[in-house]
Nanobody, 114 residues
Framework: QVQLVESGGGLVQAGGSLRLSCAAS????????MGWYRQAPGKLRALVAR???????GYADSVEGRFTISRDNAKNTVYLQMNSLIPEDTAVYYC??????WGWGQGTQVTVSS
């Protein structure tokens, strides 16, 4: 069973930046497409960004041009660089495979103040 550990969240002012990390256990990581998801209060969890095993990326319209997903297969880690943050980005952020096939980690809270 793959375990996922997200980190890097915090409180930031609008316009600021954060870099999230997700460390995954298991050898299967390198062959899986990975995604970052977020869940805001009262809303469903939604895909934010995804990256294939060979680095092809895709983004939700709401974060296109502001967020960048990347991965380091040697470290079993996927990253989410978030720039020009806005209050609407406030959520708990999770990583998982894309599509989702593993249990969820604890997530990391991102709070953007106006």
């Amino acid at each position: 069973q793959v375990q996922l550990v997200e980190s890097g969240g915090g409180l930031v002012q609008a316009g600021g930046s954060l870099r999230l990390s997700c460390a995954a256990s298991g050898r299967i990581f390198s062959i899986k497409a990975m995604g970052w998801y977020r869940q805001a209060p009262g809303k469903l969890r939604a895909l934010v960004a995804r990256v294939t095993s060979d680095g092809i990326t895709g983004y939700a319209d709401s974060v296109e041009g502001r967020f960048t997903i990347s991965r380091d297969n040697a470290k079993n880690t996927v990253y989410l660089q978030m720039n020009s943050l806005i209050p609407e980005d406030t959520a708990v952020y999770y990583c998982n495979s894309y599509p989702v096939s593993w249990g969820w980690g604890q997530g990391t809270q991102v709070t953007v103040s106006s």
